[in-house]
């Protein structure tokens, strides 16, 4: 079955270290993105990448990086940058003939 | 840029009634919106779209309304059931084709 996953579920960071959240996809999807949600809020954009190779910030690129070197892989990585990393985060694609998104089932990231 | 709200960040209804949830957007340019559900510790899912050639569309249980003229989205379900409890977003595309994000409503479903 086609789809889009995210590991791990769940993630435990110690102050200062970074960490790097897999989603894998492989729906041939052209599009990715990385969302952060905090309690009770909605979905914030961190990054995004259109096609391999190239990725653009989000409106909370601070603290994070990323990168695209294959169509089905768009890991991020939470750097020791990112003073308040403890958050839900997502990882959605898309393809570029549809306008919505399929997200992936999370990854809850804890600073201990 | 886009802007989207929700009118309630919670909503409570009795089991077997109707649900509304409602969204307002902000660029009148939109053409795609979509709702989602998201249930507790899980990824959004998608529910039902709707572009901005239509005024309703119905999928199973679920209507999406759209009024272009007040910039305005609802879901409606139908005879609602517990497992419909979780957190609804809509969400807008415009000329950028990227999506933005409501709030979210959380529906919880009484017995």
């Known amino acids: 079955d086609g789809g889009i996953t995210q590991s791990p579920k769940y993630l435990f960071r110690k102050e200062g270290q970074n960490v790097t959240l897999s989603c894998e996809q492989n729906?041939?999807?052209?599009?990715m993105y990385w969302y952060r949600q905090d309690p009770g809020q909605g979905l914030r954009l961190i990054y995004y990448?259109?096609?391999?190779?190239?990725?653009q910030k989000g409106d909370i690129a601070e603290g994070y990086s990323v990168s695209r070197e294959k169509k089905e892989s768009f890991p991020l990585t939470v750097t020791s940058a990112q003073k308040n990393p403890t958050a839900f985060y997502l990882c959605?694609?898309?393809?570029?003939?549809?306008?919505?998104?399929?997200f992936g089932s999370g990854t809850r990231l804890t600073v201990v | 840029g886009e802007s989207v709200g929700l009118h309630l960040p919670t909503l409570s209804v009795q089991e077997g009634d109707n649900s509304i949830i409602n969204c307002a957007y902000s660029?009148?340019?939109?053409?795609?919106f979509i709702w989602y559900k998201q249930e507790s510790g899980k990824g959004p899912q998608f529910i039902i779209d709707?572009?901005?050639?239509?005024d309703k569309r119905q999928g199973q249980r679920v209507t999406v309304l759209l009024n272009k003229t007040v910039k305005h989205l609802s879901l409606q379900i139908a005879a609602t059931q517990p497992g419909d409890s979780a957190v609804y977003f809509c969400?807008?595309?415009?000329?950028?084709?990227?999506?933005?994000f409501g709030s979210g409503t959380q529906l919880t479903v009484l017995p």
């Open positions: 709707i572009r901005s050639n239509m």
């Open positions: 990448s259109q096609i391999v190779n190239d990725f």
């Open positions: 959605a694609s898309k393809s570029g003939q549809t306008a919505g998104y399929t």
């Open positions: 969400a807008v595309s415009g000329s950028a084709r990227q999506l933005t």
């Open positions: 729906l041939n999807h052209d599009a």
């Open positions: 660029n009148s340019a939109s053409d795609y």
